[in-house]
Every structure is written in C-alpha cells, then in structure tokens.
C-alpha cells in the first residue's frame, strides 16, 4: 500500500472529465493534475483509496508530445484553466472524446454500432484561445497576510489566488481590478466586468454585502458603473438588488448583425466569437424555411430566439428570470423583431397551455443541470419535427437525450463547440429528429 508523501512514477494515459490526468501503476490507478496523455512524470502521493489515488506533480521525466508550455504563471494554482498544458489541438480532441464518451456511457448510445450514422463533427475551436471571454468575474477579499486579493478561488477551496491578469480575460480587467482593490471595503465580495467586444462597451459591477462607495478608472471605454447588493450567506455571486451608479445600467453587445442589451445579472455567452459559430450551428440545425413556429425554451435574454427569427414564422421565448425576458422584449425591439413573444416561467409550465400554436421546432439551451423532466415530458406531448438542444454539459446532455429518444425521436447531428479554451468545459450542439411513424 501507498503512504502520503512517496514518491511515485507514472505514465499517463488519459484525462478524467475534469482534466486530471489518469496514470496506471502496479495496476493501481492515479489521478494527477497538469499532467497530459504520454507524460512520465514523477509526483508524490496525496491520498489513497482501496483502487485509486489522488497525487501532486512534481517533475515531468518525459513529456508527452502534446505537452506545451502554460503561459500562465498562476496556472497550478488557479482552478480556471485546467488544461493549459495541453496543446490546443488536442485540447479539441479530448473536449470532442469527452461528450462522445458522456453520450455512449450516460445515455447509451453506440456511436461504432447501431448509432454509427450519427454525424459527430469534430470540435470547432478558436483561432486564439486568448483573452476571449467578456465576462470575469473576481473574488475580493484579505488573505492570511492581511494583504488584500482578487482573483480566482484555488481548486477546491475559497482561498483566493491573486491574479489581476487573467490571460483568458481582456486587458482592461488589469487597470480596473487594480483600481478596486485600492478602495477595499470589507464588505466587497466580487468584482464583476463585462465588456461588448464589438461595442468596446465596458460594465464594472461590485458585488458587496451593502451599500458602498467606490470609482473606477476614468477611461473611455467603461460606460457603465453598477453596485450589486448580496447579503446572503450562499454561492450565488449576484444578489437581487443592483443600484446604478454611473451611465444606463447595461452595454451593448452584437452577436452577428443583431444587437443585445446586457445587464449584470443577464446571461450572455461569455465568447462573442465562439457563440456565433455555436447558434449558426443551431440555426442549421433548425432548417427554417419561413414557415415555422419555434419555441426557444431557457431562452434568457432572446440571444438564440432572435437570431431564429430572420427565419421562422413565429418564434416564442420562454425564461424563468423576469429581468432576463424584459431583457429579452427590449431587444427585440432595437432589432426591429415583431414575430418574437416572450413569456415568463418555467418552461415546463408555460408550453403546457391550451392557447399556444404547436411548434416545428423547438430549441433548447438549458443550465448546466439540464432540462426539467417535466419540461422533456411536455416536448415530446408537443411532438416537433425537430428539437435543437444546445448544452453546456454533456453529461445532463446525454440523460436529456436519452429520455427524448426514447419518447420517439431519433439523434442525428453532435457538434461541440469550444467556448472555453484551456478548461474542460465544452459546448454541444445537437439535432434531434422526429423518427418515421411517431405521433404527430
């Protein structure tokens, strides 16, 4: 057996669903993070279970041919980017393995047998996978020194890695982090920054326990300056009350030629760049003709609902958050959209009235834990042609797929989309048909 702190060899030959790299040695399993598949490495033993054990890095001996150099300092310690050692073209292929692997183990499909027509598309990646997100969002407070810190929570714990440069965020985020933290209050929580990457439109948004003062860097390019209030003890960042300080309360952004109003709280695809690659997908997959009636469930802010509108007859949206869907009706409007309507609940609650028109289509683009199964139940009763299920973990994925297929349809186009380099996260985008002799 195995004691803590020995000193271990072992090859790699695979990565767990959060991007640890898994060794074999003397048949006895290890998990070992920043490793990659090919490395020798040598590292020292953290904790040991009957069949399998956790251990920390210590050298590589031979690396991998797909070992690449971090350009981040802070990569081992910052629970963010998980994979940066890993060259990005085989970050693709393991995201692309991931949701094949997720999809045959959890809904049981058989992508080399019955499943083989399938159309499973290669992971579609990014030209730089660099300062891509228009998103971050930063932890504030005092570390052990009583220095005062933002950044990012080290893996598996609240202890806050200092990190004023994100390399995956934009460069702005420097200059107003540091601004920041030279005004600590105690009851600061977050930072969060948002930036419209076809505007240059910049949101920063404090997140603090109660109302406070504080100023940002007077430049340009930050139009908009808001305090979030959130008093209560959870993980949730952002509380219910945000109070404008400065400018309108929102920027702008563009996802192709449409026009979106984004608050603090709305939900907006973190890579401009990505999710236009992402919906286009979407959009083909839903084949409109200028006939059909779509229904965009999860629906936020009507960022996939417009875009589907040029399109479809009549598109509906529903989302559960009341901003988000008032959100959503105003930007319809800017975009001159009059076939789109907007209904606030649950999804599952809203497409079981009598009153609505049967869909063709239906889209949905639900949280990380996937679709309500009384949501699924309803789409099936609805019977569309065609459901577009875009997911942002294909785990819940595979489950969601595997209760519609059951219900009568039949998979038939996987594509995943990278939208955040350097983590395990992936996106996927996929095409349910109605199969041949089904109800509708």
């Not at 150099?69 to 980017?81: D, F, H």
């Not at 993980?235 to 009350?241: C, E, K, S, T, Y």
């Not at 999804?347 to 990380?368: L, M, N, Q, T, Y």
Request: glycine fraction near 8%; charge should be neutral.
């Amino acid at each position: 057996m195995y004691s803590k702190n020995q000193i271990i060899q072992v090859n790699i030959v695979d990565l767990s669903h959060d991007g640890e790299g898994i060794g074999k040695n003397d048949a006895f399993t290890w998990f070992i993070k920043d490793t990659v598949p090919g490395d020798v490495v040598e590292a020292s033993v953290m904790k040991v279970k009957k069949t399998y054990g956790y251990a920390r890095l210590q050298r590589v001996i031979t690396p991998s041919p797909d070992r690449t150099e971090g350009q981040c300092p802070l990569a081992r310690s910052c629970g963010g980017c998980t994979l940066q050692v890993m060259r990005y073209d085989a970050q693709l292929k393991y995201k692309k393995k991931k949701v094949r692997n997720n999809l045959e183990h959890i809904g049981g499909f058989d992508f080399d047998g019955k499943d083989s027509r399938v159309e499973f598309g290669d992971t579609i990646g990014m030209e730089n996978p660099w300062r891509y997100r228009n998103k971050s969002q930063y932890p504030i407070g005092i570390d052990k020194n009583g220095k005062v810190v933002a950044g990012f929570y080290a893996a598996h714990s609240h202890n806050i890695i200092d990190c004023e440069d994100c390399l995956i965020g934009t460069e702005e985020n420097r200059r107003i982090i540091e601004c920041i933290k030279k005004q600590y209050d105690p009851a600061m929580r977050h930072i969060l920054i948002r930036k419209g990457f076809k505007t240059g439109q910049i949101m920063v948004c404090v997140v603090a326990e109660k109302k406070i003062d504080f100023s940002v860097p007077d430049e340009p390019g930050i139009t908009t300056t808001v305090l979030n209030i959130n008093d209560k003890d959870t993980n949730v960042i952002l509380g219910d009350r945000t109070i404008v300080l400065r400018g309108p309360g929102y920027i702008e952004d563009y996802i192709g030629k449409l026009k979106f109003r984004i608050s603090a709280r709305s939900f907006f695809q973190v890579n401009p760049i990505q999710v236009e690659k992402l919906y286009g997908k979407a959009i083909e997959y839903a084949a409109l003709t200028g006939n059909e009636v779509v229904w965009d469930l999860y629906c936020g802010i009507g960022t996939i609902t417009l875009s589907l509108a040029e399109k479809a007859k009549k598109v509906y949206g529903v989302e559960v958050v009341e901003q988000a869907v008032k959100d959503a009706e105003e930007n319809a409007r800017i975009n001159g959209i009059e076939n789109a309507r907007f209904y606030t609940g649950k999804a599952e609650d809203v497409i079981r009235r009598e009153d609505f028109e049967k869909p063709d289509v239906v889209v949905v683009d639900p949280p990380r834990k996937g679709c309500d199964e009384r949501c699924l139940e309803t789409i099936l009763k609805m019977q569309p042609e065609r459901i577009v299920y875009v997911s942002c973990d294909s785990a819940t994925l595979a489950r969601d797929l595997r209760i519609l297929c059951n219900g009568g349809y039949n998979l038939s186009r996987v594509q995943p989309v990278d939208m955040f380099g350097h983590s395990v996260h992936v996106e996927t985008c996929v095409l349910l048909t109605k199969a041949s002799g089904s109800e509708g």
